[in-house]
């Protein structure tokens, strides 16, 4: 422990080092501020608060070198759980302050000093009481009517507090208040809470912005004459602009007990309102049943296990009945976890959709075992409301609760234990969110959609047959040869690029720079540990000991990020902040790669735990790559630090669980502020007759297996909830051998070298339609054509080893690339059959278009002589058969008849239809 409290000591020294060397503002020198114990509002509710000024006389006037010593402390007792134990000093109006003096009594642990106002507090600074009975001065120079004193520990013992300063009254030039608000309303009262709305005034009447309310209530009537003395609301929001209508709830109320609130606006330079209209409300009685039974949706759960379907947990809400009231049904059906342990425990978050006052939590026990916990607050903050031992059968569990929250979550230890239905009772406090609407996505040109997976070692003229390449590279290409005499491993880890440690010395700078040359986009997916850091080459890279759920525990790979982005980024980075090995050009902002992806597939279930990412484990991570957690582990911490346009690609997921991207974003709501830590989301589907990868025992086409309405799904949350970021496809399509449980089945005379081209293309043409940004088929070369195992035949060419011989598919895909060059999906026509699908495509610049027609089948169905109808009045038409050998397929003329029609031949693989002009 002495140990630690000396490092402490050591980093806040430094800390205070740096403070010193900024400028401060110049401040005027201020007279000793009267304290008296009065003034002390004790939030912890343990211990004397007062105690921190009830030795003014004796505290002398320490600022000026006559400061006596002060002998009573302020103590909230001994217990883990009383700390942090704050308390606020209201001053009765703003002073501008100009020093604060703490007396040291014990020479160990800290101090924490804030302004701002109760519920929205600033901290001014830490003081680490590393002095014994001795006065501590800060300089100061804030304007405030509260300060806040925080104790972290039992051992941070303050004698007293001495405040120097002077009264502030009016700010300078500005003289005029915010305009009195005059609608303030109350709405209906539960036994606890008041819900408050009114419209914003402005900074100068009702112009502009304010700076702060103070809302006060009282079980008197408010008048100017009494407002000091009505107590302080907490947590009150900051003003929005005039005009806009804003809601408070005053929480933690006495039932049954008649309050009166008022509100007063200020302004920057501390110009105060006059008093708002008073209004008053009486609070239910306590036990009145306050509430009746909510309705619970499956678009309030969040699956933080992302396993199974949590909304078995309220999809019987009219066979639960009313347990409350007696009338309890019999629910059947419950959660399944199922039996493997990386989900466990498992949880569910309810979100509410605004605060409630909840009465009564009821859970139906179907196993008469286990140890469910019910939680309520806030996220990643939990408060524990009760621990259900399940201990009966197929019966209700009733639990009385008194509390005010949005958010109620389950936690499920291990899979034997059956939560039937869930049932809340409790009141609405708070004003729901409506969802939000979708934000229009534009769609990418078709030669940027189309991608491959591909290593370095694959001919540049076989990846020509995309636009983009998602390439597959190992971290521990780059800094993993811990078997190097003298390897230096983090902090002083040696990168090498080129040439690498890997592959005999390949070269990345070429390889980036030359796919880029041919109008290739690359996106590494840096994947894997380092045999210095894990035993695992898939576990998650963090150092035993290390807690995987914070962003510092994953330093070491966020800083290999930042190495990345650093040299092959668009920006240039300070030489100082390369580590490289000695052989490697010291080069930066080489500006080849835009996108770096941080991992491949995080959610790999089948290697175990130690692999496996939960969502937050994952989120943790990425917020290290992403900017070094916001800044905090450094500069030289993940990509954004490195290059401010780098874009972070989530790895990517094995399976289109949205569950999972839904806990992503949860996580970075409550732990970076709401900025999510990645520019690309990013998913793996193969189109089999199984429920997730490698389940199948064939593959099925695209259109039998859904995939652009599955596809739809991620984008449609991206266009609400994450406007502007890309959604990726980068691994799918299907094996050509004969046994895999991932092949593409041969049909009738067609072949399955031929149904894995069609399919492949008719999967690109789903996502184009979905509105995915890049679509990466897996991949460009076969691992083995004669392994039966799923992935290892499902190349567009042959192995490395064969020589990359081109199968049917690489020229169909090559073709579709060609073709559909600079041209966006722009909608589906109707055919007028059901056996018929049509799919248009326009570039933007030139007007010319294409149609894609085919039948959505996978029994050989053809549809002769279609009569196709054109748009916009084309004066010209083609017809493009995609052809094996033929990297642009083969083209005919067609003539189009009166009305704009032309007549095609359709079948199982697509055709294209290109004309000079498109609506």
């Known amino acids: 422990m002495r140990a630690k409290k ?82 606020y000093i209201d001053l009765g109006q703003p002073y501008r302050l100009s020093d604060i003096y703490l007396y040291d009594v ?68 500005d003289t005029t208040a915010p305009a009195s608000i005059a609608n303030l309303l109350a709405g209906t009262a539960t036994s606890s809470a008041i819900p408050l709305s009114w419209t914003a005034p402005g900074d100068d009447g009702n112009i502009g912005t304010a700076a702060a309310y103070e809302i006060r209530y009282s079980t008197a009537n408010i008048t100017e004459g009494n407002w000091a003395s009505a107590t302080l609301a907490s947590g009150v929001p900051a003003p929005a602009a005039a005009g806009t209508t804003q809601n408070y709830t005053l929480s933690g ?115 008469g075992s286990g140890n469910v916990e019910v939680m309520t607050g806030t996220p990643f903050s939990w408060h524990t409301e009760f621990v259900d031992d399940m201990s009966d059968y197929n019966a209700w569990k009733a639990h009385p609760v008194s509390v005010i929250t949005r958010f109620v979550r389950i936690v499920i230890p291990n899979e034997n234990i059956s939560v039937n239905e869930v049932v809340l009772y409790g009141t609405r406090i708070g004003t729901p969110e409506n969802p939000p609407e979708p934000t229009a996505h534009p769609f990418p040109t078709m030669d940027q ?24 590279h190992n971290w521990n290409w780059d800094e993993g040869d811990s078997s190097e005499a003298g390897y230096s491993i983090y902090p002083n880890n040696e990168n090498k690029f080129n040439p690498s440690y890997a592959g005999g010395g390949w070269n990345f700078d070429a390889y980036y720079s030359g796919l880029k040359a041919l109008g290739i986009t690359v996106s590494p997916a840096i994947q894997g540990s380092v045999g210095w850091l894990t035993t695992g ?38 030489d100082s902040k390369l580590k490289l090995a000695a052989d490697q050009p010291r080069s930066t902002g080489l500006n080849t790669l835009r996108y770096f992806e941080n991992w491949n597939e995080h959610d790999k279930w089948w290697s175990g735990r130690a692999a496996y990412f939960t969502p937050y ?27 401010p346009n780098a874009k972070l690609v989530m790895s990517g997921q094995a399976g289109l669980n949205l569950n999972y991207v839904k806990a992503l974003k949860f996580w970075s709501e409550y732990n970076r502020d709401g900025s999510f830590p990645f520019d690309v989301l990013n998913f793996h589907h193969y189109s089999s007759d199984g429920t997730e990868q490698m389940t199948g025992s064939v593959g099925i086409s ?97 192995s490395k080893e064969t020589g990359w011989v081109p199968k049917i598919s690489w020229y169909y895909v ?92 359709v079948s199982e693989r697509p055709l294209f239809v290109m004309v000079d002009k498109m609506e």
């Open 537 to 574: 080459s898939q576990d998650k890279p963090v150092a035993s000991g290390n807690n995987p759920l914070l962003p510092s525990s994953y330093v070491e790979h966020a800083d290999h990020m930042f190495q990345y982005a650093a040299r092959y980024g668009s920006t240039a980075v300070a």
């Open 449 to 472: 959609l189309i991608g491959i997976n591909a290593f370095i070692d694959d001919p540049f003229e076989r990846m020509q047959v995309a636009g983009f390449v998602r390439e597959y």
């Open 702 to 798: 695209p259109e039998a297996d859904g995939l652009k309405g599955r596809l739809e799904k991620l984008t449609d949350y991206r266009n609400r909830y994450l406007p502007g970021k890309e959604v990726w496809l980068t691994e799918f399509g299907y094996d050509t051998n004969a046994a895999s449980p991932q092949r593409a089945p041969a049909i009738g005379s067609t072949s399955r070298y031929e149904v894995q081209a069609d399919w492949l293309v008719r999967s690109y043409l789903a996502a184009a339609a979905a509105g995915i940004d890049k679509a990466a088929m897996y991949m460009l070369r076969d691992v083995d054509a004669n392994d039966m195992t799923q992935y290892s035949s499902s190349g567009l060419t042959s």
């Open 253 to 367: 109320l006495t039932p049954n007990t008649t309050y009166y609130v008022a509100i007063k606006t200020r302004d920057e330079a501390l110009n105060v309102s006059g008093l708002s209209n008073i209004v008053y409300r009486t609070t239910a009685p306590s036990g009145s049943g306050g509430g009746g039974k909510l309705t619970l949706t499956p678009a309030m759960l969040l699956n933080e296990a992302t396993i199974g379907d949590p909304g078995r947990l309220i999809d019987e809400q009219g066979l639960a009945g009313n347990p409350k009231g007696g009338t309890g049904g019999s629910p059947v059906t419950k959660w399944d976890i199922g039996y493997n342990t990386i989900y466990l425990p498992a949880s569910v978050v309810i979100d509410l959709g605004a605060d409630y006052e909840l009465t009564d939590i009821y859970l139906y026990d179907g196993t």
């Open 106 to 173: 014990n020479d160990i642990g800290s101090v924490v000093i804030s302004t701002g106002s109760p519920g929205s507090w600033t901290v001014l600074f830490t003081d680490p009481l590393n002095d014994y009975m001795t006065w501590k001065g800060h300089a100061v120079n804030v304007t405030t009517q509260y300060l806040r004193v925080t104790r972290t520990g039992p051992s941070s013992n303050v004698g007293e507090i001495v405040l120097y300063g002077t009264p502030e009254g009016g700010g300078g030039g």
């Open 617 to 643: 484990e994952y989120a943790a991570m990425s917020s290290a790559d992403y900017d070094g957690h916001r800044g905090t582990m450094g500069t030289a911490a993940g990509v954004k630090n490195a290059d």
């Open 814 to 905: 090559y073709t579709l690339k060609n073709r559909l060059t600079g041209m966006s999906y722009i909608g589906e026509q109707s055919s007028g059959n059901a056996n018929v699908k049509i799919y248009k495509f326009k570039d933007a610049v030139t007007g010319k278009g294409a149609y894609v027609v085919w039948c959505p089948t996978s029994n050989n169905t053809t549809v002769s002589g279609y009569s196709l109808q054109l748009q916009a009045t084309p004066t010209a038409a083609t017809l493009v058969t995609l052809t094996n050998g033929n990297t642009n397929g083969v083209s005919s003329t067609l003539t189009i008849a009166s009305g704009n029609t032309t007549t095609v031949n």
């Open 6 to 87: 000396v490092i402490a000591m050591l980093l806040i020294a430094v800390l205070s080092v740096c403070l010193m060397a900024v400028p401060q503002p110049a401040h005027a020198d201020g007279v000793k501020l009267s304290l008296t114990s009065a003034m002390v509002t004790n939030e912890s509710g343990k211990g004397d608060a007062g105690m921190l000024v009830d030795e003014q006389s004796a505290a002398g006037d320490p600022k000026n070198g006559t400061g006596g010593a002060a002998t009573s402390t302020w103590f909230p007792g001994w217990g883990a759980g009383d700390y942090p134990a704050s308390a």
